[in-house]
């Protein structure tokens, strides 16, 4: 436990210094618990609040509420239909959106060697009744890249990259990836059915004001 938090405080340092040489940067701090409930070999529902930090940790950017499923097809193929709800800080307001996506997870080892791919297909609502395309849904499709090592220990390493691909959005017409993600992290076994997960990651948002994110995560899980 304790290196997972001298880990936390390195990766906060790394992300402040980083942001603060940067005049189009930002610094965050996600942190999120997952509550898994195992209902049959094969299914599984979840649970997931979290919450992020941005302007260099002075503001709330978001909270979030997650409700899911997880089926696992095969040994190493499941699929995953998740609802969230996130309300978003506009400074003078907060910003109601109903997200919800679908995963397709495969995963395949090699030796000691993890490799994983996601694909999502996401749907989301934005101000409903405050906005007129607050009805139309912006539509992406996400593929995210991971390896990750198994240590035969308590502490495993990973790496992952992902991209944002937008296919449809009438506020921001035509198609374009608009974020790219580049994480490492570590999760750590508290018990057998306890996780700790401590990441640090670059954010680039080629369409946004703040070119460049650096965020900090720390996420605690557990299964029953």
Known sequence: MMRSIRL?????????????????SDF???????????VTRTFSLNVNPQVRFNRNLATVDQYMAELGGEFLITRNFRATLNYRLTESNRLDYYSTRHRVFLDLSYKQKYGRVVIGLRERIQSQFKDVYSSDLGRYPAWYLRTRLSVKYDTDLSWKPYASTEIFYRTRDLENPGNSVDQYRYELGIDFSITQDQTLNVFYMFKRNPEDRVYNEYITGLGYGITF
Not at 28 to 38: H, I, P
């Open 8 to 24: 936390f405080v390195l990766a906060l340092l790394i992300g402040s210094s980083a942001a603060a040489f940067e005049p189009d």
């Open 28 to 38: 965050g701090a996600w942190f999120s618990v997952n509550v898994q409930k195992r």
